[in-house]
């Protein structure tokens, strides 16, 4: 029998907040704790920045700085590639945007279980306490790199092999069980709680970026606790399921007969499609930054959400091309390499989609709209090594080497931040009522696009020169010559001046929260739901008395015979709001400048 | 729904703007309930390829599986079926039941976790210690993370009959019996795999 919703949306019972403790510590209201998510995200990332510029430091002016040992060199290439994809990008996308954006742009009042979504964030902060009390523990945080490979991740010698390793996994455990409990939430209300005319294919894209990157992290999520359980039980129980007999500093351990490979599978059937759960809701992101700043509809909407799914599917059978050297049937690394090239094909269709949006938009420079389209094009630089990397026979010249580390950073560091900046510039006017400041907005995109790519663009050259990556100190080798010193010392230098100016963002947001130009309800003339709330920012319960009902898809933006540029999708069909009869959007059929004729739409 | 509807169009707008309601015709509970099963479907499954994958190298030992497994299996199959007849009580709206039944259900899960407990002091005491062969590690490891499971659902079922026992109306409960006796049910052939695995090899 065919289900047949029912035409009013059943209201929610809401907790609601009456002391300062409930409305801002312990509160269940979505846009608060997708602020604490993000806050606490934010914070734990300038550590994280802060951990990559001692990187630099040692790099660019080797054995100058006293300070940093190798152990220490080791620990902040561990904690800093750890806490920026899962404890800032994950937690930023998914719990902050996610929390923020979710209820909002579907027209609900709050996520269905706000009592786990408060849950949620507690543990999340947990996680993060326990991560950083590794810096408290004798011996310091765990060196071991952040895939955490056994043996040597326990193996004394690695920095952090008794307290540090272990404070790791009970941290990233948490972090799991926080994601899970958010992870549902956010799901069950995308599917069950959106106001009536909210169709899925009327959903932005950002929702539907955020739904299948959850559904992703709900499902490999799992095996990063399986392996985290099980490398636990190897250090605290003496167990083998991953450590191989072997002698450590001149003695024979206990262990015997496990396997370190079985370690990389599940740790990469976590880790790949963990990089699609912190790009897909940067696509998402991106699609309506794109669509409402160029004021004109997103291009392929249709093709755009199959593609998110169909990059959802194929994330979960690429895992094994982070493993190419790890001496596997050539047959099965082909096989990899395989499904790793089919993956670009739906990536590059929604590059495609992005710059055809822009095609011929009423194009608007806002500091989103250039963090937006700042991201296309590092995306696509970084996509495009990715090309060389998913081949076994390039990859394994290139394997170990900054090549690598200049493909992922541009790829899944850069990409996604350019996203994250750009929402932000775009969303904090919903959240706090107030503009970011324009000039400093301005100035701190230019620095930090044109830096990171002063960063990361010369190490592709110290990839193809064979600078192996990991190394505290290389200036001792014969195969590296002089250029790739004074390279590094260039890099160091962009990386300080990158790092610097991320503090004139972090004075923005200080800053024009109290004295930012008022935002009025609507500033960048957006059509989803999230900006025509009754209140900015919007109220608990976001929507007064009653729900909003929703008349039209997303991208209702310069369409033909419409009084203004844009529609929002509360607004019913009128003379000067027209729904679209004819297949023409965003296009004058009798104007051949302007593409001429009926689109085929994709 | 499809690819091939046209969302901006005000053919299919006349359609859209009619919907409401959720996407899936059950509770938002059972939605989340359905979605966290999948998740422990995966856990479970990433646990089994483990197993496999580590058992093919040369120095795995089959344990000697304690028999108290099977009186175990008898006791959850039991619990799942005082679930059940707790449900069909509940839709009939025999409070008494009700209650007999959750009280049966979380007994025999009870009785479970007890046998289990058992079926590792036999282990040990026969010499079969975590650390000494992976086959071992993997029974402690892959009970306990089942037992674990279990233990969470307890807590929903606290809830839900501590519920029924403050006298609230079958009808307000219904639910959350409802969902124990899936998620019982789900546990239970998870338990099912599991025990085969464990006791074929």
Redo the contacts between chains.
């Keep these: 029998m065919v289900y047949v919703p029912p035409q009013e949306v059943e209201d929610v019972h809401l907790h609601d907040p009456d002391t300062f403790m409930t409305k801002y510590i312990w509160s269940q209201d979505h846009k608060v704790i997708a602020v604490q998510y993000s806050l606490t995200a934010i914070a734990v990332g300038l550590v994280a920045l802060v951990l990559s510029l001692m990187m630099r430091l040692q790099l660019g002016w080797p054995g100058v700085f006293d300070f940093i040992d190798p152990e220490s060199y080791y620990q902040f290439v561990t904690m800093h590639g750890m806490i920026m994809v899962i404890y800032l990008l994950t937690a930023l996308f998914l719990g902050g945007f996610g929390n923020y954006l979710i209820p909002l742009m579907l027209g609900a009042r709050d996520m269905v279980f706000p009592f786990l979504n408060m849950l949620s964030y507690w543990v999340y902060l947990l996680s993060v306490i326990v991560l950083m009390s590794s810096y408290f523990v004798p011996g310091g945080p765990t060196g071991a790199g952040w895939t955490l490979y056994p043996p040597q991740a326990i193996l004394q010698g690695t920095p952090g092999a008794d307290w540090g390793i272990v404070t790791m996994l009970a941290s990233l455990a948490l972090f799991i069980v926080a994601f899970t409990m958010g992870g549902l939430n956010y799901v069950t209300t995308v599917l069950q709680a959106r106001t009536r005319g909210m169709t899925l294919m009327r959903m932005p894209l950002s929702i539907w970026g955020i739904f299948v990157a959850t559904i992703l992290g709900l499902l490999a999520f799992p095996a990063l606790l399986v392996s985290a359980v099980m490398l636990l039980l190897d250090k605290l129980v003496g167990t083998s399921f991953f450590m191989p007999a072997i002698v450590s500093m001149g003695e024979q351990l206990d262990y015997s007969g496990g396997s370190p490979i079985l370690f990389q599978h599940l740790f990469w059937f976590f880790g790949h499609p963990e990089v699609y759960i912190v790009a897909l809701p940067a696509f998402g992101l991106v699609s309506d930054l794109l669509s409402t700043h160029a004021r004109k509809n997103i291009f392929g909407y249709r093709m755009m959400v199959w593609a998110i799914v169909a990059i959802g599917g194929l994330s979960f059978v690429v895992w094994a091309h982070h493993m190419y050297v790890s001496g596997m049937n050539p047959y099965f690394g082909f096989f990899f390499a395989t499904t790793t090239l089919i993956i670009a094909v739906p990536t590059a269709l929604k590059v495609y989609n992005w710059t055809l949006t822009l095609w011929r938009g009423n194009i608007r420079l806002n500091v989103p709209m250039l963090f937006a389209i700042g991201f296309i094009v590092t995306f696509t630089n970084g996509g495009l090594t990715g090309l060389f990397l998913g081949n076994v026979i390039v990859d394994i010249p290139l394997s170990d080497t900054y090549f690598v580390v200049a493909h992922f950073h541009m790829v899944m560091g850069v990409s996604p931040i350019m996203v994250v900046f750009g929402s932000i510039y775009h969303w904090y006017p919903k959240v706090t009522g107030r503009m970011l400041d324009d000039r400093l907005g301005r100035f701190h995109f230019w620095v930090t696009f044109l830096g990171t790519y002063a960063i990361y663009f010369p190490m592709h050259y110290l990839g193809f020169i064979g600078v192996p990556r990991r190394y505290y100190a290389y200036e001792d080798f014969d195969f590296i010559p002089e250029s790739a010193i004074t390279l590094n010392e260039n890099i160091s230098i962009a990386a300080l001046v990158v790092g610097a100016v991320q503090l004139v963002f972090l004075y923005n947001l200080v800053i024009s929260y109290r004295r930012g130009k008022l935002a009025g309800s609507n500033p960048w003339e957006a059509t989803t739901l999230e900006w025509q709330t009754p209140q900015t920012p919007p109220a608990h319960g976001n929507w007064g008395d009653t729900l909003p009902v929703v008349y039209r898809w997303a991208y209702d933006y310069s369409v033909p015979g419409a009084a203004k540029d844009f529609l929002p999708q509360n607004q019913p069909p009128s003379d000067d709001a027209p729904v679209q009869e004819e297949d023409n959007l965003g296009f004058d059929s009798t104007d051949p400048a302007s593409g001429g004729g009926t689109r085929e739409d994709a | 729904?499809s690819?091939l509807?046209?969302?901006?169009?005000?053919e299919r707008?006349a359609i859209?703007?009619?919907?409401?309601?959720?996407?899936?015709?059950?509770p938002?509970a059972r939605?989340?309930l359905i979605?966290?099963m999948?998740?422990?479907t995966?856990?479970f499954m990433?646990?089994s390829v483990?197993y496999k994958?580590?058992m093919e190298?040369?120095?795995?030992r089959a344990l000697a599986d304690p028999s108290v497994l099977w009186i175990n299996t008898g006791f959850l199959i039991l619990s799942s079926v005082a679930m059940q007849w707790a449900v069909s009580s509940a839709r009939k709206g025999k409070a008494e039941n009700v209650k007999l039944g959750m009280a049966l259900g979380g007994a025999f899960a009870l009785a479970f976790l007890i046998g289990q407990y058992m079926a590792w002091l036999q282990l040990r005491a026969a010499g079969f210690y975590?650390?000494g062969n992976?086959a071992n590690?993997?029974f402690y490891?892959i009970t306990a993370?089942h037992g674990l499971h279990m233990l969470g659902g307890l807590v929903a079922w606290t809830r839900s009959t501590a519920r029924l026992w403050r006298g609230n109306d079958v009808a307000d409960v219904k639910l959350g019996v409802e969902l124990c006796a899936t998620y019982w049910h789900f546990l239970l052939v998870v338990w099912l795999g599991l025990f085969a695995m464990l006791i074929s090899t």
């Excluded at chain 2, 859209?16 to 059950?26: P, T």
Aim: proline letters at 4%; charged letters at 15%; glycine letters at 4%.
């Design positions: 729904m690819i509807d046209k969302p901006w169009m005000a707008s859209d703007n009619a919907v409401s309601g959720g996407s899936l015709n059950f938002k939605v989340a979605f966290l999948a998740v422990i995966v856990l990433l646990f483990a994958m580590r190298l040369a120095d795995w975590a650390a992976p590690a993997f490891l993370m």
